[in-house]
């Protein structure tokens, strides 16, 4: 076998040209060129066609922009004009409570929101409100107290002199009924 | 050098020195262009195609081919790599064919007796089929479509060393398959 035939077709090999021509049957054959798809035959109409949806398409998009656009820019404005409504509405509400309850006399409504915003049974008094206004009042006492006569304050002592005797007595029996129900009947029968 | 802005159609890529890199190729490509691409390429796709395909179906899928190719046209940038591009486009075509074809045909009355199949040339062909997929396209391309190695070797992009021991490998194979061997 000639090598140098087989690789660049220089020399002969009888066996290889035997080959090549039994095979040239089914070489390619340049001629039948395929015929090309008419790629620049594209009917006009389907080309205007085409464009109309394309345009139209751009168009929707374009408006849905538009109209996303301006819900957006609008949207803020309605949400604090529906809040407004609701805080006016809410002392005629109140109002309407009211009314039910007591003649309330209609002043302007400037004043009427101003009042209405906390009504009688939402101002209830705190905790730390009564026990200031108890305080002031013990101090109140002490000063009444320094304005007593010497009768009114050998008495005031009395008072409260017998007041503690009776509290020491009365803390003393309250002491023996608590060691007496602790201890049981056993305890109390050993004591007697 | 603004080659990058440059345009270019088909046929004239084709007639460019080997090293040259295209940038682009025009949008406009003609039909002038296409048969340029099928007459240079023609021999290799076929070659490919018929190393993997019944015979019958080469024609058609060979147009697919080069449709599907002038149509990418405009992504390939590298000349050089255009044979080996073809043939990986013919490669993948001949894949799908056998991938999603279930043609059936009926068998005409005279098939039987069809000298096609039974003629030595048929008998070689399949023979040379039947070579590992290297031997047989390298086979294919050398005996069927005439070309030399160094053609076979630029245009598939492969070296010119494997093509000759691909060459000489599935020679001696054919040797053995057609029972020709010793005959010099």
Known sequence: MNHEYLWSKTGSDAEVENLETLLAEYRFDPNSVPELPGTNTIPAASTSKRRFVLGLSFAATAAALVLAAIWIIRAPITSVATRGQKQEAIPEIIQARNDDRVPYPVADREKDIVLMAEPAYLSRPKTHDVRSKARRTVQTARVEKANLTKEEKYAYDRLMFALSIAGSKLRVVQDTIDRKGDAGPQTIRNEK | MSTNEET????????????????????????????????????????ILLARLPRDEVPDVLQEVFLAAFKNLGSLRDKNAAGGWLVKIAQNHAANFYRTSRRTEELEDDFASRSDLHTEAGEVLNAIKTLPDAYCETLVLRLVEGMTGEEIARQTGRTPESVRVNLHRGMTMLRQKLGIEGKK
Do not use: W
């Open chain 2, 8 to 47: 270019i159609t088909p046929a004239a890529f084709l007639k460019m020195p080997d090293r040259a890199e295209v940038p682009k190729f025009c949008s406009a490509s003609s039909e002038q262009d296409f048969n340029d691409l099928y007459r240079t390429y023609g021999p290799l796709v076929h070659g």
